[in-house]
């Protein structure tokens, strides 16, 4: 039996044990299901859930669970992109597109592991191994966007969403170019089937380093006016993964570190073990941005969502969801039973090996 076979029997085997003390959360028979076209859009660089989030698609992908079309970043800064394209070339991805954002900003940074780019190890070699194509050559995100989707099949792609909504924003209102007749609203219309993201915040909770309750939420803070837009705008079905739903998914540091050190070259371990932010009196980091990949992955086979709604966001990036017919958002539902089913998901993500995979 080849550890390829292996990987998905594990992979789906402890997904439906996690389940078999609750018959709702086993996943439903008739629901289909079959290799997803994926587009990653993320703001990689600043929290590690996007780094397991990654790892996961990538896991996936080497079962022929999804196909990564694009990974698009939405945190400008050099030395972000650079760290993105070494992620890549460690999953042995240097022929998926990478798009970039231009720019240097330096919206609240977490922990700041896209630095490693630019760190020696004990022998003073590099820390990330980059690929060697040269950033000037890659798309920006809105640009890669319309021509990844002028190129698919009508209503055949699934957008993952676990940063900034800034991309998303300038797709939707892009013109149309030499890679469609279609404006982007109508080019989301008719290529995108749907999108799961991390973002909102609908109940009030206390923020991570005080008593203090929160207000908004990171990702819809990163651009308030094209979180706004998205929302308003977006033509197909909306999955939406709230901040306050990631409370009670908090990750285990010890548990990753020990789970990743049988590959010391792999940016989760390396950014685990040089930038840790428990060591300066951080409550730890929670996988907000697994939910909605998973979920984008595997579709309602182990989530619950709501009926159909309306998310509103204000000028201060607080959020509102009202339930309509004729709306396209769905919240995603969480709990216990969920919460065990994606910390074995993710025990199984880290025995994935690029080296010892043939992506399909």
């Not at 993964?241 to 409370?247: D, K, N, R, S």
Request: proline letters at 5%.
């Amino acid at each position: 039996m080849g550890k390829r076979y292996i990987f998905a029997t594990l992979l789906t085997v402890l997904t439906v044990c996690s389940c078999s003390n609750n018959d709702d959360l086993e996943p439903r028979p008739e629901l289909e299901h079959e290799c997803v076209n994926l587009i990653i859009d993320t703001d990689l660089g600043n929290s590690t859930d996007d780094l397991l989030a990654i790892q996961g698609a990538f896991a996936y992908q080497s079962v022929g669970d999804c196909r990564i079309l694009a990974v698009m970043t939405s945190r400008g800064k050099h030395d972000v992109q650079r760290f993105a394209d070494a992620t890549m070339h460690y999953y042995h991805a240097d022929d998926i597109p990478l798009g970039t954002t231009p720019g240097e900003e330096s919206f609240f940074e977490i922990v700041p592991y896209y630095k490693l780019v630019d760190m020696k190890d004990e022998q003073g070699n590099p820390m990330m191994q980059e690929s060697g194509i040269p950033l000037s050559s890659r798309m920006e995100s809105p640009e890669l966007y319309r021509k990844i989707l002028s190129e698919a099949p009508d209503h055949s792609v699934v957008i993952a969403c676990i940063g900034f909504t800034t991309n998303i924003g300038k797709l939707l209102d892009s013109k149309p170019d030499k890679y469609s007749p279609l404006n982007g609203v109508d080019l989301i219309k008719q290529k995108v089937k749907s999108m799961s993201m991390m973002g909102c915040l609908f109940a009030k909770v206390k923020q991570r380093y005080s008593d203090e309750l929160l207000n908004a939420e990171y990702n819809i803070l990163g651009d308030i006016p094209l979180a706004q837009k998205l929302f308003r705008e977006w033509p197909v079905a909306l999955h939406v993964f709230p901040v306050e739903g990631g409370l009670v998914f908090p990750s285990d540091h010890d548990q990753v570190i020990h789970d990743y050190s049988w590959q010391p070259d792999n940016p989760i371990y390396k950014t685990y073990t040089h930038f840790d932010e428990w060591q300066t009196g951080d409550l730890g980091q929670y996988w907000w941005d697994i939910i909605p990949m998973v979920h984008a992955i595997q579709g309602e086979r182990y989530f619950d969502c709501t009926d159909n709604g309306n998310i509103t966001i204000k000028d201060d990036g607080q959020s509102d969801f009202v339930l309509d017919d004729k709306g396209k958002c769905h919240i995603i539902s969480f709990n216990a039973v969920h919460s065990k089913t994606i910390y074995e998901a993710l025990r199984i993500f880290s025995s994935y090996n690029p080296d010892n995979v043939t992506r399909l």
